[in-house]
């Protein structure tokens, strides 16, 4: 039996559609710092020794989901969780909502500003060269506007796209702006011939709802991993 794309999503991304952003040595891929902090490689188990090496610099970290290579001397390996893996296969609600922008360069300070408040692990300087990425802005009471909800696509392959970065001032919390662009974003790539997918931890029981609520359902969880080399 083939092994399904999600269940190695990283090494798939960076097999296809993200392949040109792929730092790639034989069978390891990873993304370049500034965009992700994520590596995958292409089936569990392989020495890998040589092409860590070259790849992961002197006490950097970085990410894995679902397979891990053999690890020398060196490295620590740490199981962080089990991440359920959530997918969309059929068109959702989109309930009423603010305007949609689609965000660029001349947004990237108000979008780091928001994940490094409520995203900050993941999202990096480059991130938003994986896919695209889009905002709710509303006014500020002070004549100007404020960027108060974002979310993008990150992983992907031909037939798959990783919904991502949803997330929500805090200040804005609690108006169903992250079920709006979800719903948006997850009908608009359903639209383009691909399959919407998400990873969300366990641990985080509200957006678990949130999804399964909109219309996702549950695939076989993922196990995550950080890679650290000493």
């Known amino acids: 039996m083939n092994a399904h794309p999600l269940d190695n999503p990283i090494w798939e991304s960076l097999a296809s559609r993200h392949r040109a952003l ?20 292409a089936k569990a188990g392989i020495d890998a020794a040589a092409a860590l090496e070259a790849l992961v610099a002197p006490e950097d970290s970085v990410f894995l989901l679902g397979p891990t ?17 959530m997918a969309c296969t059929q068109p959702l609600a989109e309930p009423d909502g603010p305007g949609i922008t689609e965000l660029g360069e001349a947004h990237r300070a108000d979008v780091l500003a928001l994940t490094a408040l409520v995203y900050p692990h993941y999202f990096r300087p480059r991130t938003m060269a994986l896919g695209r ?10 004549g100007d ?9 990150r992983m992907g392959t031909d037939d798959w796209q990783e919904i991502s970065a949803v997330c929500t001032h805090p200040d804005f919390n609690g108006r ?20 919407p997918f998400l990873h969300v931890s366990h641990d985080n ?11 996702y359902h549950f695939r076989p969880d993922i196990a995550f991993w950080s890679l650290r080399r000493g």
């Open 176 to 195: 169903g702006y992250a079920r709006h662009l979800l719903a948006w974003l997850s009908n608009d790539v359903l639209a383009r011939g691909r399959t």
């Open 22 to 41: 792929a730092l790639r040595h034989g069978d390891v891929a990873r993304y370049p710092a500034p965009v992700a902090p994520f590596l995958g490689v």
């Open 69 to 85: 290579p053999a690890v020398a001397e060196g490295w620590q390996l740490r199981h962080l969780a089990m991440l359920a893996q």
């Open 133 to 142: 990425y889009f905002g709710i802005y509303l006014p500020d009471g002070a």
């Open 145 to 153: 506007t404020r960027l108060a909800a974002i979310i993008g696509e």
């Open 205 to 215: 029981a509200r957006a678990k709802q949130l999804y399964q609520q909109a219309g």
